[in-house]
């Protein structure tokens, strides 16, 4: 299996969700695989794909204050995308085994990384268990098999498997901003559990240093990870702009 790495430079919402999809396309069509690491510009809220963020979260105060917005097309919960560094893995299905077996095995890659920065992670137990999709932010709680510290939740990830092929994303928080989430949340809102990097560690971390230690861990694993050669990159510049669309539209951000 041939692993690609892709470093991004900071993106808008849907063009990031557009790249992933794209990646599950190639993935699907070529049988590569991809590691890809990005930030937001401007910082986003995400959606899961079925959350119900009517019934969840505050629009009217959403558009007063201008956040953009946009929903993933995986599953998962609401997320700040400010101060964290979002990867994604894209492979053909079965390459890291089952759906359960890769999500785990994607974790533990990221524990190895995060360990290298200099503290201890785990993963969350009850491998494969999920939170209720109106139960709150994604970092309210830890679903199975994610990483956590012993300050809280510091990775919140959530996964897609389609036409042969899956994609695993999700939010490292370096800095701590998931209390907007909390300030949307209708109603009464579970208790914060999110923990950052720079809580953890005691000093400031950049999304290169994260990205780097995700890379090493990940060519230890599997290899050298190459760049992308100009077919290919052609290939998924072509795909993401076919999916962004999608990503811009109100009736799939707010369909639920």
């Given at each position: 299996?041939?692993?690609?790495?892709?470093?991004?430079?900071?993106?808008?919402?849907?063009?990031?969700?557009?790249?992933?999809?794209?990646?599950?396309?190639?993935?699907?069509?070529?049988?590569?695989?991809?590691?890809?690491?990005?930030?937001?510009?401007?910082?986003t809220l995400s959606f899961g794909a079925n959350e119900p963020a009517l019934k969840r979260y505050d629009r009217p105060l959403i558009e007063r204050r201008g956040?953009?917005?946009?929903?993933?097309?995986?599953?998962?919960?609401?997320v700040w995308h400010a101060e964290e560094l979002t990867y994604s893995v894209t492979a053909p299905e079965g390459t890291l085994g089952t759906l359960a077996e890769s999500y785990r095995v994607v974790h533990e890659l990221l524990v190895e990384?995060?360990?290298?920065?200099?503290?201890?992670?785990?993963?969350?137990?009850?491998?494969?268990?999920?939170?209720?999709?109106?139960?709150?932010?994604?970092?309210?709680?830890?679903?199975?098999?994610?990483?956590?510290?012993?300050?809280?939740?510091?990775?919140?990830?959530?996964?897609?498997?389609?036409?042969?092929?899956?994609?695993?994303?999700?939010?490292?928080?370096?800095?701590?901003?998931?209390?907007?989430?909390?300030?949307?949340?209708?109603?009464?809102?579970?208790?914060?559990?999110?923990?950052?990097?720079?809580?953890?560690?005691?000093?400031?971390?950049?999304?290169?240093?994260?990205?780097?230690?995700?890379?090493?861990?990940?060519?230890?694993?599997?290899?050298?990870?190459?760049?992308?050669?100009?077919?290919?990159?052609?290939?998924?510049?072509?795909?993401?702009?076919?999916?962004?669309?999608?990503?811009?539209?109100?009736?799939?951000?707010?369909?639920?």
């Open positions: 299996m041939q692993w690609h790495l892709l470093t991004d430079p900071p993106a808008d919402g849907a063009t990031n969700m557009a790249r992933d999809l794209a990646l599950l396309d190639l993935a699907a069509e070529r049988g590569v695989a991809f590691v890809r690491t990005y930030t937001w510009a401007p910082h956040l953009a917005v946009v929903r993933r097309p995986t599953g998962g919960r609401a990384a995060l360990t290298t920065l200099g503290s201890t992670f785990a993963l969350a137990e009850k491998p494969g268990t999920t939170a209720p999709l109106d139960g709150g932010a994604c970092f309210a709680s830890p679903a199975g098999g994610e990483v956590i510290s012993a300050l809280g939740k510091v990775v919140g990830s959530a996964q897609l498997r389609e036409r042969g092929a899956f994609l695993q994303h999700g939010s490292i928080l370096l800095g701590n901003r998931q209390e907007l989430v909390t300030e949307l949340t209708l109603g009464v809102p579970p208790a914060p559990g999110a923990a950052s990097l720079r809580d953890v560690l005691g000093r400031e971390i950049s999304p290169e240093e994260v990205a780097q230690a995700i890379r090493a861990t990940c060519e230890a694993r599997f290899g050298r990870l190459s760049t992308l050669d100009a077919g290919l990159s052609t290939a998924l510049d072509v795909r993401a702009a076919m999916q962004r669309p999608r990503f811009l539209d109100d009736a799939w951000t707010w369909r639920r």
